[in-house]
């Protein structure tokens, strides 16, 4: 999109967003998934891909390793033979399926197919995606879909057993602090090692998480280090949340919704995030089984009545509560 000015001078360097600057080029710059990036590989040296369908996270490198392909087959021509569309597009499935086909039918420069990638597919409803059903079809003589989603399950079986699919997981932590090191280190930026563990808790697996927090935390002036990190991100330190779920579980409610109310109020984290924190970490905590299992339990409740609308706060009170009764 905007690799014009990657070659910048400094300033226009400083300014560009680095999600942008570091997408990856090709394969071999995609960092994790090792499995997937070898199959992969092997279709695009046999110059025959399938259809694909690319599953999980955001901030994985999904989109990623799709242009990657795309730079890969076509070279310098990858823009003219790679259309990139996004199927929660509100103008709707007709719109879409308009440009495929017109991508689909205008000239080919010499390529024996051109690649169409679907972004957020599971968007569409089933009706829909028995329309696109229909397209793959028509078109596959000369197009291969990549389809991208978060999850693989609200996909037709039709569809899914017309794809080679491909689960991306969560970047290991060792794979964020790799590629937060070596941007860090292309832009000069320095950091000490906890800002480095801070950057690869607070993204959880996700890359473009990292990437955006360390340029916001560069931004900062000195050294990118835990407190920065923690603050910009809007994280608790694993240690403030193990405190206050030690402290329910003790009895000490009132000590314990204090320090929620520091989370929420003071430091403006999300209801939703503290559970989520809450539970990445449970098993951390070093509660007995019995503990353990009533917090999940709690949790989970909590979780659905967030994600169902209800008052994040007053959920996060009442687990707090419930956990300090027994
Ligand atoms: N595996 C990876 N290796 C290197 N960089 C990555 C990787 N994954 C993500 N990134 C970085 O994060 C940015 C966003 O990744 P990408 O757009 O591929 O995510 P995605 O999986 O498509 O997410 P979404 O589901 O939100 O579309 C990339 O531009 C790149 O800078
Ligand atoms: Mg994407």
Request: aromatic share 8%; net charge negative.
């Given at each position: 999109?905007?690799?014009a000015?990657?070659?910048g ?7 560009q967003?680095w999600?942008?600057k570091?997408?990856?080029d090709g ?6 998934h090792?499995?997937i ?5 092997s279709?695009?040296e046999?110059d025959?891909?399938?259809?694909l ?6 901030g ?5 390793t799709?242009v990657?392909i ?5 070279g310098?021509?990858w823009r003219?033979?790679?259309l990139?569309?996004?199927a929660?597009?509100q103008r709707?499935?007709?719109?879409v399926?308009d440009?495929?086909?017109n991508f ?17 597919a ?8 028995s329309a696109?059903?229909r397209?793959?079809?028509q ?15 609200k996909?037709?079986?039709p569809i899914?057993?017309?794809?080679a ?11 964020v602090?790799?590629q937060?090191?070596y ?6 930026i320095?950091?000490?090692?906890d ?20 340029q916001?935390?560069s ?12 603050a ?17 579980l003790?009895?000490d409610?009132v000590?314990?919704r ?17 559970i989520?924190?809450?539970?990445r970490?449970a098993?951390?905590?070093e509660?007995?089984?019995?503990a ?6 709690r ?10 609308g ?7 009170e009442?687990?707090l509560?419930s956990?300090a009764?027994?």
């Open positions: 999109m905007s690799e000015d990657a070659t001078d400094g300033t226009g360097g400083r300014k967003v999600i942008e570091y997408r990856p394969l071999d710059e995609v960092v994790g090792e499995d990036i070898g199959r992969i590989r279709y695009v046999q025959d891909i399938p259809h369908m690319f599953a999980g996270p955001a994985v490198g999904k989109t990623a799709s990657s795309a730079k890969e087959i076509y310098d021509d003219e033979n790679f990139e569309l996004n929660s597009d709707g499935i007709d719109v399926r440009r495929i086909k689909a039918r205008s000239s080919f420069g010499g390529y024996d197919y051109r690649i169409i990638f679907l972004d957020e599971d968007a569409l409803t089933s009706d829909a995606q696109l059903r397209t793959m079809e078109f596959s003589n000369n197009t291969r879909f990549i389809l991208s989603c978060n999850y693989s399950s996909i037709i079986d899914q057993s017309r794809c699919v491909f689960r991306f997981s969560p970047l290991s932590d060792e794979a602090a790799e937060v090191r941007i860090a280190g292309e832009e000069g320095e950091y000490t090692e800002g480095v563990d801070a950057l690869v808790y607070a993204a959880d697996g996700d890359m473009r998480k990292a990437i955006n927090a360390l916001a935390a931004v900062m002036g000195d050294a990118v280090d835990e407190e920065t990190v923690y910009i991100t809007s994280t608790a330190r694993p240690e403030e949340v193990e405190a206050m779920v030690t402290d329910a003790d009895g409610f000590a314990a204090a320090k929620l109310d520091e989370l929420i109020t003071e430091r403006g984290l999300a209801g939703g995030d503290i989520d924190q809450i539970h970490s098993w951390e905590f509660l007995d089984e019995q353990a299992v009533r917090l999940l339990d949790l989970g409740e909590a979780d659905y009545r967030i994600t169902t209800a008052n994040e706060r007053v959920q996060l009442a687990l509560a956990l009764l027994e």
